[in-house]
């Protein structure tokens, strides 16, 4: 709370240079990104008389995600929708410039960052960067923030930050550290459960169920490992929905799955060991392909195909499966079908 304190001071400095901000979440935002970007939206409103923004760019697809929107009752802004040009800042919560994983590359606006993964080579030239990577959560960040400026915690606040820190930890059980701990117990008297409960249990629809088939049907095992290689999916979160998925399948402490959404390749890992390191694993598996990122137990990344053949892609998404069996000295392992088939 102390160094909140202390750097809160220096954000009101770089918010008093600027005019109107924006805050962006990274593509296809998920409740971390969500609710930190809206806390941000309050610390800035309650620290200036500036106008303040909040935005996405990609999908918000998984029911979940759409049903903590709605009950935010928040209003969000696709990007593609907005006249960047006519902001003085750019803040970024869950994301920082150059990753990937959002449209700031280089962009000289980005003057406010505030992340819980590792800290990029672009963050440190922004002016004010926050960037905790002990943190299991971007939304456990702005909370210290917002209790460092004084504001009040409303049950539907407490509510949103709730469900953001479950699910980004999985119930605390995923890369949460003691401050993650603290803050989910002190918000579990005063969030509304029975509107948590409405989240978690979103309906979902029939593409849900189509994702989910198809990932059973081309699902692989080698070893503690299963492989997820799907063609298309219906919303990009589908990549990373279907890893946490088969994470619960007793013979494996590892889970990959991959899919192309638009002219993407989208991957998604995950692991039940947080000493995995998969953010640097999932690195280098896309290296020289694309870009990707993440923690010891959950990582994620992004590949463009646009324009490239069918052929080429195949070769890719191949070329990646192998680089992560090597990563994982499961080259040797023989891959054997989730499933099996009566025929069979």
Known sequence: MR???????????????GGETLVASHNNPDPDSIVSALLLKSLITTMTDLPVTVTYSGVVGRAENEALLKYSEARFYHLRDIDIGRFDTIALVDTQPGTGNNPFGTSSNVRIVFDHHRLAPQTKAVPFHDVREYLGTTTTLLYLYCRAAGLPLTRRYATLMHYALRSETSDMGREASEVDRRIFKDLFGLADLRAVSRIVNAKVGQSYFSAVHEAIEHSRVYGNLIVTQMATVPYPDAVAQIAEYFLKYRDV????SMGIYGDEILLSLRSDDPGARLGLVAGRIVEGFGTAGGHGAIAGGQISVAGKHPSRIDAIEKTV???LLKELDLEDKRPRRLLRHPSE
């Open 321 to 323: 499966i192998d680089r």
């Open 253 to 256: 402490t590892c889970s990959f």
């Open 3 to 17: 160094l909140a304190r202390s750097r809160l001071r220096r954000l009101g400095k770089v918010l008093e240079d």
